[in-house]
């Protein structure tokens, strides 16, 4: 079974610096696909960015990217220029590839990292 | 907004009662999963269904059934309630249950007293 873990309970960082959220992975499989999702203190669950494992190429989306190494099963999340809305709780997530088909397409999660933004 | 909505938003019961989620999934989704959040837990995947079929099933206890309707809205139902259920549950919807990227409802917030 796959799992997801982020070793960092919490992190902090000044308002416009940047920030590196860790997360690390175990799997057999070649093709997945990886998530990082926020969740605010509203407990709504914001999708951050995605990242396909057979794809090279860090995913960006504005001020988040993330560094993916597929050999190192790492996936870190950077996010710069950190603004006060950016504190939340975030969540990797790991989804793989529906073989066997019975297998559905659920979401594995880490544990969270809680990120706090200081004015 | 993920488009996604869940009912009620809060739920306070008694050990022992039986209660109903309600999700509706974003429009023209077919695939939709629940989750359970909890904090001894984490967030555990429960059950996904896909154009009223289930197609794969976590770590749902015996006592939760759940199902999707003809309309594709999805119901979890939590019965014999006991302490330990209180949790946030999610929906989540995606097109198919090939589509790699879910979109998260609001949760309901289950107290059980």
Not at chain 1, 84 to 89: E, P, Q, T
């Amino acid at each position: 079974a796959q799992t997801v873990t982020q070793s960092q309970p919490e992190m902090s960082v000044q308002e416009a610096e940047t920030v590196t959220l860790s997360c690390t992975y175990d799997t057999s499989e070649s093709d997945y696909y990886l998530f990082w999702y926020k969740q605010p203190p509203s407990r709504q669950m914001i999708l951050v960015i995605r990242q396909e494992a057979y794809k090279q190429q860090n995913a960006t989306e504005n001020r988040f990217s993330v560094n993916f190494q597929k050999a190192a099963k790492s996936f870190s999340l950077k996010i710069s220029d950190s603004q006060l809305g950016d504190a939340a709780m975030y969540f990797c997530a790991y989804r793989s590839p529906l073989t066997p088909p019975s297998s559905g397409s659920r979401l594995t999660f880490g544990e969270g990292t809680q990120l706090t933004v200081n004015p | 907004d993920s488009g996604v909505t869940q009912t009620p938003k809060h739920l306070i019961t008694a050990t022992g009662q039986r209660v109903t989620l309600r999700c509706s999934p974003r429009s023209g989704d077919l695939s939709v999963y629940w989750y359970q959040q909890s904090l001894d837990q984490g967030l555990q995947f429960l059950i996904q269904y896909y154009n009223g079929e289930e197609r794969a099933k976590g770590n749902i206890l015996e006592r939760f059934s759940a199902q999707q309707f003809p309309d594709l809205h999805s119901e979890l139902n939590l019965s014999s309630l006991e302490l330990g259920d209180s949790a946030l549950y999610f929906c989540a919807s995606s097109v198919s249950w090939i589509t790699d990227t879910q979109y998260f409802g609001p949760g309901t917030r289950l107290t059980v007293l």
